[in-house]
């Protein structure tokens, strides 16, 4: 989908730290100076750098939640696995290099859980970077001592007849944890496991759900706050798999009908050849109105943010632009490509509910949040209507209702976009579970496990 930001996930599927002002550290400023040097005296170059951290930036837990769902829906593999796991995770096409890795099968009986005690040693070949609180003093100390304590922090209360078994990772040996298989999850393929019910947890989003969901309902209970948590995962997971089998989802939404105030104005301004910018959110599945669009013959085209994996951008890529409008690519070079589609006369969505460091403070949800006005400012310059729509995921979990609403009436860009918020809050308003929780919209911080689940929660 078009985007309009720029870092609301890490590349890692880990939270961003929060922006530091301090000096650097004494170790900081060492790597700094080491490195350097060595590009100094040619021993390698700034773009070897950049490339092994790119590298390093393209694994994520995502790569564990393939290996996850593989195990659960290949018994073959699930074997190999057990036996020897760095070779099964290599034959997936994960380059692991040297890793020794074990895997370790969680059952009714048995719950394991990994800590590095001395330092943090973490499967990175596979996972990518670990978060920050498996490299705190506290995780590391209390697993050893009270792992059930820490569990349960973490959200996960076991019974006692489940045995707890605690590894050390070393710099020798390295751990993944295979879940059991969720009850009710026979006969799902091996990608809807891995997006609906891997990824989501793997990658740090129930944490990410839960923090956003205590900053903006600090009155919601914990279990409350579970529940939603579970929709939003299942309502992420659909949409992934729907945006990347968009032929799939095309088909679903063929007799899909517009409905909505906007829908007149806007064929009007199709008959005028009057621009359109349509405005959106990362809420139901934010494809299915430009499926729905491109079906009734409208043109509709839109940026997209490139992807830190090549082999996932490149993917990524023809997805976006294999149908519909004309769709660029994020950059100085693409906005003005948009631009000029618009200036044409053309109909182009961004979406605007993601974090934006040079955004307006506009309230959403009840707190500020930066925001971009870029698509109102569009709309003024080319004297574009602004329009919202939604698609709206009904209870079937697999069709939508498509809502083209009125225009946006034309002011100034910060009214503008503050009247898009207010669509947008609306419809959260009545779906909650449907609107992606898990970006740090509102930069409020990171939570340790144990603010996330205090006592008084549990």
């Known amino acids: 989908m078009p985007h309009d930001h720029h870092d609301h996930l890490s590349p890692s599927g880990h939270p961003y730290r929060p922006d530091q002002d301090t000096g650097l550290s004494y170790w900081q400023t060492l790597e700094i100076a080491v490195r350097e040097l060595l590009i100094e005296k040619g021993v390698t170059t700034a773009g070897a750098v950049a490339a092994q951290i790119d590298t390093m930036d393209s694994r994520s837990p995502a790569n564990g939640a393939s290996v996850v769902a593989r195990a659960w829906c290949d018994p073959v593999f699930a074997k190999a696995l057990r036996e020897d796991a760095a070779a099964a995770t290599r034959d997936m096409g994960f380059d692991i290099g040297p890793l020794n890795l074990i895997a370790l099968f969680n059952d009714r009986t048995l719950h394991n859980i990994v800590v590095c005690t001395l330092c943090s040693c973490y499967p990175r070949n596979l996972l990518g970077l670990p978060p920050d609180w498996y490299k705190s003093r506290a995780y590391r100390s209390r697993t050893v001592r009270e792992p059930r304590a820490v569990l349960a922090e973490f959200g996960v209360t076991l019974p006692q007849t489940t045995e707890v078994r605690v590894h050390d990772s070393t710099a020798d040996m390295r751990y993944i944890v295979i879940p059991a298989r969720p009850d009710g999850t026979d006969g799902w393929t091996e990608d809807d496991l891995a997006l609906r019910r891997a990824i989501g947890p793997l990658a740090g989003f129930r944490r990410r759900i839960d923090t956003n969901l205590r900053f903006i309902k600090p009155d919601m209970s914990a279990s409350d706050r579970r529940i939603l948590a579970g929709d939003v995962l299942d309502n992420f997971g659909r949409t992934l798999i729907e945006n990347y089998s968009h032929k799939d989802l095309a088909a679903r939404l063929k007799s899909t009908p517009l409905q909505g105030a906007g829908v007149s104005p806007l064929a009007a301004a199709r008959k005028d050849g009057r621009p359109v910018v349509f405005v959106t959110g990362h809420f139901g599945n934010h494809e299915a109105p430009r499926h729905v669009l491109t079906r009734e013959g409208y043109t509709v085209g ?3 943010r490139p992807m830190r994996n090549a ?16 769709v660029f690519s994020q950059g100085r070079r693409g906005t003005i490509g948009f631009a000029r589609h618009l200036a044409k006369g053309g109909m182009g969505t961004l979406l605007f509910d993601v974090h934006t460091v040079n955004g307006e403070p506009i309230p959403f949800l009840g707190q500020p949040a930066m925001t971009a006005t870029s698509a109102a400012e569009l709309a003024l310059k080319f004297d574009a209507l602004l329009i919202p729509y939604f698609g709206i995921r009904r209870p079937d979990g697999l069709s939508f209702d498509i809502h083209i609403e009125q225009p946006i009436t034309r002011s100034d860009a910060v009214t503008m976009t503050r ?12 779906n909650p579970g449907q609107w992606f929780w898990v970006h740090r919209r509102w930069k409020a911080g990171d939570l340790s496990p144990a603010e996330q689940h205090p006592e008084q929660d549990r």
């Open 419 to 430: 009247d898009a918020t207010s669509r947008l809050e609306a419809r959260i308003a009545q």
């Open 302 to 304: 839109g940026l997209f």
């Open 311 to 326: 082999f996932v951008n490149d993917h990524y890529a023809q997805t976006m632009t294999s149908w519909g409008g004309p």
